[in-house]
């Protein structure tokens, strides 16, 4: 493919619009992650319940965001997704105040999931056309996501401290609100798409396509190990007596580990290549999850969450990188999609499967997320194995 000699200059303020798009949906996530199962015991919902709901949203999220690609292609510019999808989503949040039926909580989580679904993948496909046009660093716009995360965590945590579950959905009616409010001001990067012949998907250095979705799926596996923490790990530690505050800072604690990856994430890439970054990550997780049922102090679960550094943000990074490398400019949006569509397949699965276990082995059911863990280790092995090149390409 020919490229023009001169790339068109960076829209202004790319990297902190980014960022900024980028805290608006992980925002969301720092409440519904570790509260939505906790306004959920509010309304009278068994664990099996509660596992459909959160299975449910990850559902639907994955039925949409398998066609963020054709959304993106027929836009005539991507931060129009953005705006639709938070708008939507905030007018289906609103029924959350209004009843605690389980069969309607189930449809409005499920809906607004759905809805809410293109804007995380569009964000990141965006952000990566800047990494790969202008050489933007990566780590230093996806942090703003985290901060995000923590920062709604430790508000929505008070804030139930103070007005109880209700806070849940509040929160997440104003942080929609400011969603829709940061769509309007995402870059804007037209439908032209350039795409330099070194990081082409066919090229020495790429992954021909349908290997991307081995390394997909893989990092999707690894994710989804998560699925018992996000969604059972607010009530176990309510079980053991932590109070509200001590839980908010736990959760903190494992975003705040990953926050200070994503600072030197320029330092970290430079140094180990993508499937090194992955593969740690995996055995941090694994590590993580067989040690979970051993404690029942705070300060252990602490250390414990410190591992969220690798077994989140270092599977995360590596991925990321290695998309930019082995994915051209104007698949990047659908390889994205693929990657919410696998990891919120496995997440739903995950959780399900979760609240099934969580019911008869509570903290023991941890063991399973390792086996999880394992799986997903070996699909990057795999994927990794055949195409052994190092690739540390930095930010």
Not at 28 to 52: D, E, H, K, M, R
Not at 208 to 220: D, E, K, M, N, T
Not at 227 to 254: E, K, P, R
């Amino acid at each position: 493919m020919s490229t023009p000699a001169t790339l068109p200059a960076a829209p202004a303020q790319f990297q902190f619009r980014c960022s900024l798009a980028y805290a608006a949906p992980l925002s969301l996530n720092g409440i519904l992650v570790p509260y939505l199962p906790v306004w959920l015991v509010s309304c009278g919902f068994t664990p099996f319940q509660i596992a459909a709901v959160l299975a449910a949203q990850v559902v639907c999220r994955v039925a949409v965001a398998t066609s963020t690609g054709t959304l993106a292609g027929m836009a005539s510019e991507p931060y129009r997704i953005l705006v639709w999808s938070s708008a939507l989503s905030l007018l289906s949040v609103i029924g959350l105040f209004v009843t605690s039926n389980f069969w309607v909580v189930l449809a409005i989580v499920g809906i607004q999931a759905a809805l809410f679904a293109p804007y995380a993948p569009m964000v990141e496909a965006i952000a990566i056309s800047g990494v790969r046009r202008w050489g933007f660093l990566y780590g230093r716009m996806r942090v703003w996501g985290s901060i995000g995360f923590v920062v709604m965590t430790l508000v929505a945590g008070n804030l139930s401290s103070l007005i109880g579950t209700n806070a849940v959905p509040i929160t997440a009616l104003v942080v929609l609100v400011a969603s829709l409010a940061v769509a309007f001001v995402a870059p804007r990067l037209g439908r032209e798409i350039m795409v330099r012949p070194a990081r082409s998907a066919a090229g020495p250095r790429g992954l021909p396509f349908r290997q991307v979705h081995l390394l997909l799926i893989g990092a999707s596996l690894i994710q989804s190990s998560h699925g018992m923490f996000y969604g059972f790990s607010t009530i176990q530690w309510q079980g053991m007596g932590f109070s509200n505050g001590v839980i908010a800072g736990l959760w903190c604690i494992g975003v705040m580990a990953e926050i200070c990856v994503f600072f030197v994430s320029g330092h970290i890439a430079r140094r180990f290549s993508p499937w090194t970054l992955m593969r740690f990550g995996c055995f941090v997780g694994i590590l993580r999850w067989s040690l979970f049922p051993v404690g029942g102090e705070a300060w252990f679960y602490a250390i414990l969450q410190l591992g969220h550094a690798f077994s989140f943000a270092f599977v995360h990074l590596g991925l990321q990188y290695r998309l930019s490398e082995a994915v051209a400019e104007d698949r990047q949006a659908s390889a994205q999609g693929a990657y919410v569509a696998y990891n919120g397949a496995f997440l739903a699965l995950s959780t399900l499967l979760s609240g099934i276990i969580y019911r008869h082995l509570e903290i023991y059911g941890y063991y399973a997320m390792v086996v999880l863990a394992l799986i997903g280790l070996a699909a990057i092995t795999v994927a990794s194995g055949r195409y052994p090149q190092r690739s540390a390409s930095g930010e």
